[in-house]
């Protein structure tokens, strides 16, 4: 069995393939508004690299949100086109979730708490924190970052606060003794693997024709500053 996996949902656009067992082999990258550009060509590449063609895929998994709006729905329009084209199910995962699970999964030793953040600019994040891949405390929300603003989870224990919108936070939240900082951590769709099979078993499947990414907050549309433009 092939699980495409694919993950858009922040700056980073990441494609990986796994069978039951294990993740086979992922590719990404960081450079800005790649997506549109990358996505596919990865996939093909990814498949190409690994001997596996696109019939024998079993599944598609995408990283459903929040996040960038561009992103999502890039990365969720490209796993429908394939999932139609093939006739598989289409799985989708939460990003903040596929976020903690890579961290406990690189991290099998940790006891403590995981705090994802997906920045949503200026002193706002997506965000939840878990204790485990599979078992949230807080609930996913957009957090305006304040003083104080996560002392119920920071005074009972670890919390380790990783993804992109976790470096802007340190100034407000990094004093506590308890807060951690991941910085080298770098949101992958290998995240995703346990939990699409998990949904692929328990038949959790999308309908490929009517889902929709979690967008958390409403697309707002900047006025254009190009001349001409309005």
Do not use: W
């Amino acid at each position: 069995m092939y699980l495409l996996l694919i993950e858009t949902a922040t700056a980073v656009c990441s494609v990986a393939l796994a069978d039951e067992q294990k993740v086979i082999s992922e590719l990404h990258t960081d450079q800005p508004n790649a997506h549109s550009s990358q996505l596919s060509p990865y996939i093909g590449q990814l498949l190409e690299q690994c001997g596996v063609s696109p019939s024998q895929l079993n599944a598609v998994c995408v990283s459903s949100g929040p996040g960038s709006y561009t992103g999502l729905r890039i990365g969720v329009s490209t796993a429908k086109g394939i999932c139609y084209a093939l006739g598989i199910p289409l799985l989708a995962v939460p990003t903040l979730q596929s976020m903690a699970t890579q961290y406990y999964t690189a991290n099998p030793d940790y006891q403590g708490m995981v705090c994802p953040m997906i920045d949503a600019r200026r002193m706002e994040c997506y965000t939840a924190i878990f204790c485990s891949p599979t078992e949230t405390l807080k609930p996913v929300s957009a957090d305006i970052i304040t003083q104080g603003i996560y002392d119920e989870f920071l005074n009972r224990g670890e919390v380790v606060f990783i993804g992109d919108g976790a470096e802007k936070t340190r100034p407000i939240l990094g004093s506590h003794p308890n807060a951690r900082y991941a910085t080298d951590f770098l949101i992958s769709a290998t995240g995703l693997h346990t939990l699409a099979l998990d949904k692929l078993n328990r038949q959790q499947v999308e309908d490929v024709a009517y889902f929709e990414p979690y967008y958390l907050k409403d697309f707002v549309a900047k006025k254009s500053v190009v001349r001409g433009l309005h």
